[in-house]
Every structure is written in C-alpha cells, then in structure tokens.
C-alpha cells in the first residue's frame, strides 16, 4: 500500500494526459505526452506503451517513468514529434529519472509490463511545485486533440485526419491563446513536412 495518492497531482479517473519524461539505460532523457489510465472501480494505474517507441523501450529497460503535469500546449507538440534540449529535463534529489523543470507538478512511477502494451503503475513520490488556476480551454483542448490525429495521420496518411485537423485549427484561432496558436503552427508546418 503506497501513501502517495495521484489524486493529489490532478491525476483521478479516466486518461489524464501528461508529458511522460524517461530515460534509457545508457543515460539518455526523453519526454512524450502519454494517457495515464486510472480505473474508476479498481482505482490500478496504467499505460498502454504502443511499440517504436522510446518511451516504452526506455520503461522496458529502467522501470520508471515520471508523469509531468503541464499546460503548455507548444511543449506537446515538441515532446511528440521531436526530441526536447537537453536543458529542459532536471534530475531532483539525483533521481536517475528525468523531470522537466518547467512542470507544475510531478510524479514518480515503477512500471511493470503487465499484458501486451499494458504496464502497470505505481507511484513512488513526487512534488507539486504550484497550482496554476488554469481555466478550461478550448483552445488547449483542440492543439491535444489535434496532436492525437497528427500521430494517426504519421502511422495511417489517411487524409480524414488532416480534415480533422483543420477543424481544431479553426477552434484554435477561436478559443486558443498565444501558445495554443504558436503550438498549432508548429504542427502544421510538421504536418507539411509529413505530407
Ligand atoms: C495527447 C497524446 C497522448 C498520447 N498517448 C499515448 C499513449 O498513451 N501511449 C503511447 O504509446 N503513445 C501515446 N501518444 C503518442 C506518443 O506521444 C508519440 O508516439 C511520441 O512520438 C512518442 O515519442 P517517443 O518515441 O519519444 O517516446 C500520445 C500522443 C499524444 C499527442
């Protein structure tokens, strides 16, 4: 029985999306945003870890994984189509598993691959560093959703998720602010090299 409670680091039922942060076995820090599944009946953890990744082969090799909780949209889109300098990771109390300096809060698992892609979570510690009052925004929530459809598009090329794309576009222009519009650019202009 642990006593650290992810409820207290904003991560409850459903998939909370974070920046997962890792690091391979020879040193190497990496972050991609990543669905933490918590179930509401068993309250157990989890990630599903799909192959190709660095993410799950640098779980698969050292056992953890750190759960960044952050709301800046342009860094999402970094962390999922490129690798982050080296000079936003930081390593708390000499843990051997990265965290990026700019998270509100974050926190420590041991992973164990259960079934397939499933790895099972356990929290281990962690630190909430402040408590932004971040309103709900739609902005936010197209760039994430946005982002979702540029990994299918990468694995698929099916053109409906450029469609959907340019959806969430025009949510951004609406709804997004400064960093919800420098985010969707950015994707866009990878998205156009992707084509
Ligand atoms: C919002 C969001 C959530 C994601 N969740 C997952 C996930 O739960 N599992 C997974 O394997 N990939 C997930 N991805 C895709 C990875 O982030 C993406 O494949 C990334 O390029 C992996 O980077 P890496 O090779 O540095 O680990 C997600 C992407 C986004 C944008």
Request: include cysteine; aromatic fraction near 6%; charge should be negative.
């Amino acid at each position: 029985m642990t006593s650290v409670d992810p409820g207290d680091f904003g991560i409850l039922d459903g998939i909370s999306e974070v920046i997962a942060t890792t690091r391979s076995e020879s040193g190497i820090p990496n972050a991609a945003p990543i669905g933490i599944i918590r179930s509401p009946i068993s309250d157990q953890i989890c990630v599903r870890l799909f192959s190709g990744s660095h993410t799950r082969q640098n779980v698969i090799e050292t056992g953890e994984i750190v759960a960044n909780i952050i709301h800046d949209p342009v860094m999402y889109v970094e962390s999922t189509f490129g690798d982050l300098d080296l000079d936003v990771f930081e390593y708390p109390d000499n843990m051997d598993c990265p965290v990026l300096k700019r998270a509100n809060a974050w926190l420590l698992f041991e992973c164990e691959q259960s079934k397939g892609n499933l790895f099972e979570l356990t929290p281990v510690r962690g630190m909430v560093r402040d408590r932004p009052l971040v309103c709900v925004n739609r902005g936010f929530s197209a760039v994430i959703e946005s982002l979702v459809h540029a990994t299918r598009y990468q694995l698929k090329r099916d053109p409906g998720y450029l469609d959907l794309i340019g959806h969430y576009d025009r949510i951004v222009q609406i709804c997004g602010g400064t960093r919800e519009k420098e985010a969707i650019l950015k994707l866009k202009k990878i998205m156009g090299g992707l084509s």
